[in-house]
């Protein structure tokens, strides 16, 4: 079936610890993105990329860093940068067209904790 | 920058009754609203679109409202069942403003028996 895998579903890291959430999708989709999703609020954009080996940053991008060397594939990697990482964190894919009627499909997400 | 707000942060209603969630945005209205499911600890799922040019939109149970005048979006839920008790969240595609998908905080939706 066509769709977003990401892994882990759960991670734990320690305080200083770099970790990477993996994410790939089968769906011929150009546009992929991260979010995170904290209690009580809206998505917010990490970073997104249009197309192969090019991505933007989002309202968050501080200490975050991506990749996309292939189409499929889209790797977060949070830094120890990030001062407060535990989260809920969604990858999700879309067509990217001059219409813009693409909705985004999403990944069942990864729950990293900062112990 | 483009805010929404949803009603409120939870809503309980009863066993077949109408649900109505209420989506409101501060700046230029997009020209697609999306609303979308997501059910607890699981991503977000896509229910359904809205153009800036239509004013209603149905799928099975589901209605969604758009009044770019009020700045509004209505997501209604019909003969609602414990089923769709989730977390409703409203997203404005401003991909046309070089900008991304806007999400609001969601609301949580509890149908009771």
């Known amino acids: ?115 | 920058s483009q805010k929404i707000e949803q009603n409120s942060e939870a809503l309980n209603i009863q066993e077949g009754k109408t649900a109505t969630l209420t989506c409101n945005y501060t700046n230029y209205s997009p020209a697609y609203l999306q609303w979308y499911r997501q059910d607890p600890g699981r991503g977000p799922v896509f229910l359904l679109l809205i153009r800036e040019n239509e004013k209603e939109k149905r799928k099975e149970r589901l209605k969604v409202t758009f009044d770019t005048t009020l700045k509004q979006s209505l997501f209604h839920i019909t003969a609602s069942q414990p089923a769709d008790s989730a977390t409703y969240l409203c997203a404005l595609d401003m991909r046309n403003y070089g900008q991304n998908f806007v999400f609001g905080p969601g609301t949580r939706l509890s149908v009771l028996p």
């Open chain 1, 1 to 115: 079936d066509g769709g977003i895998t990401q892994s882990p579903k759960y991670l734990f890291r320690k305080e200083g610890q770099n970790v990477t959430l993996s994410c790939e999708q089968n769906l011929n989709h150009d546009a992929m993105y991260w979010y995170r999703q904290d209690p009580g609020q809206g998505l917010r954009l990490i970073y997104y990329s249009q197309i192969v080996n090019d991505f933007q940053k989002g309202d968050i991008a501080e200490g975050y860093s991506v990749s996309r060397e292939k189409k499929e594939s889209f790797p977060l990697t949070v830094t120890s940068a990030q001062k407060n990482p535990t989260a809920f964190y969604l990858c999700a894919s879309s067509m990217w067209t001059g219409l813009n009627t693409g909705e985004l499909f999403f990944g069942e997400g990864s729950r990293l904790t900062v112990l």
